[in-house]
């Protein structure tokens, strides 16, 4: 058999490169379509079978060992029972390159791009519409995804003639098998861009920054992701876009925390005004609501707002508004005040202080209130 190097006209440390401008160039001389005749068509196919084997790199490095010979110590023809199979079988696998007798297409799906909004309070309770900035791969403007310079379109592969893939005949212990490999001019997909975009580099995209409209519905929570099909990076040669998903955070609010559809908040309240009650009007978070203070109301009591909580997803009903009383204890008396609590204290014989039911601090109780309420 003659040597691959020899047939391709190029020394044994050429670069791939080097192989690559040989390949074509004889290539072009010995195609059928340009040279019908025989010597010229045997030629083709020993240019071509030198090049399948020199243009991989382990299959280079096993021909350098040992030859071309399916019988040459092992090296260069077959390796063992795989590639016995890939020579049998690889043609009917199907799959990138052209394998199964279709090209590739340049055309791909877009990756899912990932963005986080960071929300208010205020913006889970009702909902909120956002226009949010994202940095991801669009249709190139100059090509319109063709990935070729205006005018110019792709140019069907002379040596697979579209198919994406070349075919060789090789020996093995069973005799001559004809193997399908994808092509290594056009890289499988049956055309040539001879004048890529210079845009986009023949990608047919470009990185670029745009405007998503979203709607983010009421009751989101943080850490939870919204999916927007369609909306993420184009793919190589304008393919369909990938999805884009936005994850949300809520910040603290100074007021208000959130437990489950309801908001709690608490109120401090002095002493005599838990004696006797009041009214008072508290800012909620969609405006004034007026929240009445029972007279004997006690520090850990909570009062209940309906419907000013937060509207769930999937759902019109809001929950609950629920305040923690916290009474406040004057530290400073001066003597006319101290006199009227020592005789408020002698008029209702105030019991002495004695050991009641273990409690874990107002906070505590607050929230087993909150939980149980």
């Known amino acids: 058999m003659a040597d691959h190097y020899e047939v391709l006209g190029v020394s044994r440390d050429a670069s791939p490169d ?3 401008k040989a390949y074509r160039r004889l290539a072009r001389q010995l195609h059928p379509d340009v040279n019908p005749g025989e010597d010229a068509a045997e030629r083709f196919k020993l240019v071509t079978h030198a090049y399948d084997v020199l243009s991989d790199p382990d299959q280079r490095a096993r021909y350098d060992m040992g030859g071309d010979s399916p019988f040459g110590g092992g090296a260069a023809g077959f390796g063992g029972f795989s590639d016995i199979f890939e020579t049998f079988f690889g ?13 590739r297409s340049r055309r791909d799906r877009g990756q899912d791009a990932l963005v986080r909004v960071t929300l208010d309070l205020g913006d889970v309770v009702f909902g909120v519409h956002r226009d949010i900035e994202v940095d991801t791969a669009v249709v190139c403007e100059t090509c319109e995804g063709s990935c070729c310079q ?11 003639h579209g198919t994406g893939h070349v075919q060789r005949q090789v020996r093995s212990l069973l005799g001559n098998v004809v193997t399908s490999q994808p092509c290594g001019v056009c890289q499988g997909y049956g055309t040539t861009i001879p004048y890529p975009c210079a845009t986009c580099q023949g990608q047919g995209r470009v990185r670029a920054r745009r405007t998503v409209s979203l709607d983010i519905p009421a009751g989101v929570e943080s850490g939870l992701r919204l999916q927007l099909p369609g909306s993420g990076e184009v793919g190589p040669a304008g393919g369909p876009n990938g999805d884009l998903y936005v994850e949300i955070t809520v910040s603290p609010h100074d007021v208000f925390s959130r437990d489950g559809d309801d908001l709690l908040a608490t109120l401090e309240v002095s002493m005599p005004d838990a004696i006797l009650g009041t009214t008072t009007t508290i800012e909620s978070l969609d405006g004034p609501v007026d929240l009445e203070v029972r007279p004997g109301v006690q520090s850990g009591d909570v009062l209940t707002i309906k419907g000013r909580g937060i509207t769930p997803l999937r759902s019109t009903q809001r929950g609950d508004l629920r305040v923690g009383v916290h009474v406040v204890t004057p530290t400073r008396l001066d003597a006319k005040e101290r006199a009227l609590i020592e005789d408020f204290a002698r008029r209702t014989k105030a019991p002495a202080p004695r050991l009641g039911e273990f409690q874990q601090g107002l906070f505590a109780k607050l929230r087993d209130r909150f939980r149980h309420s």
């Open 18 to 20: 080097e192989i690559k």
């Open 91 to 103: 043609a009917a696998a199907g799959g990138a390159g052209g394998r199964g007798g279709r090209p």
């Open 150 to 160: 205006p005018g110019t379109s792709p140019v069907t592969c002379d040596i697979c």
